[in-house]
């Protein structure tokens, strides 16, 4: 996972459990956490007396989808943020294909508006994976060394087992 200032943010946290202060936990989706010495909360209202809350999240903007959530419940966003600790599990991995030869600016400019529509934090990215035939895709490998991952390239015996999950166009069907 991945954590803003993590040397000083783990230090308070553990600090905190130690002399049995009240931390918060607030898990944003279906992660598998050890909750022991945390208040795990279901919501983030009624909060006042909790210095610290993690709230493990892969959203960018976190707070976009809680609010929209929790909108009839009175919380201060400010007062909430200055609190979290937010840790962004690696656990994204996306799947691109793209023309020959395409622009890496575009490629990763084209990336990062899919990240904000969809409020997709960056540093959740595990990977990027595309089809042998895009190993050498000087764009796709510029993007993986932009965001500091993994490029992994799947045969299309491999991808042909998943590729009725997906949308893809009567051309790459055809051709690739």
Not at 66 to 84: F, G, H, M, R, V
Not at 147 to 167: A, G, P, R
Request: aromatic share 10%; net charge negative.
């Amino acid at each position: 996972a991945h954590i803003d200032d993590f040397r000083d943010n783990v230090k308070d946290v553990n600090a905190m459990l130690v002399n049995n202060q009240d931390v918060g936990i607030y898990i944003d989706g279906k992660y598998d956490v050890d909750t022991r010495g945390f208040k795990v909360l279901a919501n983030l209202e009624n909060t006042d007396s909790i210095a610290k809350i993690v709230v493990i999240t892969n959203k960018n903007d976190f707070f976009r989808d809680y609010i929209d959530k929790y909108k009839d419940s009175c919380i201060n966003q400010k007062q909430l943020e200055a609190k979290i600790i937010k840790v962004i599990p690696k656990d994204i991995v996306i799947g691109i294909g793209c023309k020959k030869n395409t622009d890496s600016d575009h490629m990763k400019n084209s990336l990062l508006k899919f990240l904000d529509e969809y409020n997709i934090d960056i540093n959740g990215i595990k990977e990027i994976g595309s089809i042998e035939i895009k190993k050498g895709e000087k764009a796709i490998i510029d993007l993986a060394k932009f965001l500091d991952v993994d490029f992994k390239t799947f045969s299309v015996d491999e991808i042909s087992k998943v590729d009725y999950l997906y949308e893809k166009s009567q051309w790459v069907k055809k051709n690739v």
